[in-house]
């Protein structure tokens, strides 16, 4: 049978939760969680025959992690920005998803060796030149956060980006008070990434992480800005 264990700091509550969630989703991935003073351990095990599928899982599940939610605290860290309106979380989508695809390979093949993946460790001492990168596009992208810019001229550099995403695509989103995100293109559901606590900031994060250029809500959507958030870079039809 295989296993592997997982380390993170208790401080990271919220991107273990969000890992947990992931791993649950495979029938073939059996884990369990302890903890001792600082830390928690999860002890991860596959029920099926092929190994290699689970350690990609497993691999595919922690490199996306340190490439969202570890991404977006480092940047509002560098931003020193704690609270985000409707404009800023679009921005802060296009920064956190777009051209990831090579950091994510690098930790990706990363994880694969690791017998014991110590997540944050990963983070702080093993991907220094990535977040070297992060650190640029803080760089670059710092002014836009300061007050100088108004939120138009944030969503027309948001919207620039996605508009320029070749694999566009439709969400369905049902469920006003739990959110549930499909896209209709690929068949689908997809994971809202919960880094706001709040649910429109996060539905805005989701569609913009995903390029959607059209959004069909159910009816009992009544958030108008949201709606107003979205109609910048996709056309908006409630059911």
């Given at each position: 049978?295989?296993?592997?264990?997982l380390?993170?700091?208790?401080?990271?509550?919220?991107?273990l939760?969000?890992?947990?969630?992931?791993?649950?989703k495979?029938?073939?991935?059996?884990?369990?969680?302890e903890?001792?003073?600082?830390?928690?351990?999860?002890?991860?095990?596959?029920?099926?025959?092929?190994?290699?599928?689970?350690?990609?899982?497993?691999?595919?599940?922690?490199?996306?992690?340190?490439?969202?939610?570890?991404?977006?605290?480092?940047?509002?860290?560098?931003?020193n920005?704690?609270?985000?309106d409707?404009?800023?979380?679009?921005?802060?989508?296009?920064?956190?998803?777009?051209?990831?695809?090579?950091?994510?390979?690098?930790?990706?093949?990363?994880?694969?060796?690791?017998?014991?993946?110590?997540?944050?460790?990963?983070?702080?001492?093993?991907?220094?030149?990535?977040?070297e990168?992060?650190?640029?596009?803080?760089?670059?992208?710092?002014?836009?956060?300061?007050?100088?810019?108004?939120?138009?001229?944030?969503?027309?550099?948001?919207?620039?980006?996605?508009e320029e995403?070749?694999?566009?695509?439709?969400?369905?989103?049902?469920?006003?008070?739990?959110?549930?995100?499909?896209d209709?293109?690929k068949?689908?559901?997809?994971?809202?990434?919960?880094?706001?606590?709040d649910?429109r900031?996060?539905l805005i994060?989701?569609?913009?992480?995903?390029?959607?250029?059209?959004?069909?809500?159910?009816?009992g959507?009544?958030?108008?800005?949201?709606?107003?958030?979205?109609s910048?870079?996709?056309?908006?039809?409630?059911?």
């Amino acid at each position: 049978m295989w296993k592997k264990t997982l380390t993170i700091d208790k401080k990271y509550d919220k991107e273990l939760r969000a890992l947990l969630r992931e791993l649950g989703k495979n029938k073939s991935l059996v884990f369990t969680v302890e903890e001792d003073r600082s830390r928690k351990v999860v002890s991860v095990a596959s029920t099926g025959a092929d190994i290699n599928a689970a350690n990609d899982y497993l691999s595919d599940r922690v490199a996306r992690l340190l490439t969202t939610y570890f991404k977006h605290a480092f940047i509002s860290d560098r931003l020193n920005k704690k609270e985000f309106d409707e404009a800023e979380a679009c921005l802060m989508a296009v920064m956190i998803y777009y051209d990831c695809e090579g950091d994510y390979a690098e930790i990706f093949d990363k994880l694969r060796d690791y017998e014991v993946i110590s997540v944050d460790g990963v983070y702080n001492f093993a991907i220094k030149d990535i977040k070297e990168d992060w650190q640029e596009l803080c760089d670059v992208s710092g002014s836009l956060f300061d007050g100088s810019y108004c939120d138009d001229d944030l969503y027309d550099v948001a919207c620039y980006v996605v508009e320029e995403k070749a694999d566009r695509t439709r969400l369905m989103i049902a469920d006003a008070q739990n959110p549930v995100v499909t896209d209709v293109a690929k068949g689908v559901f997809v994971t809202v990434d919960d880094f706001y606590g709040d649910k429109r900031l996060n539905l805005i994060n989701c569609a913009v992480g995903c390029g959607a250029k059209e959004i069909t809500f159910d009816a009992g959507f009544k958030d108008k800005k949201l709606f107003s958030a979205l109609s910048r870079f996709a056309k908006i039809k409630i059911i």
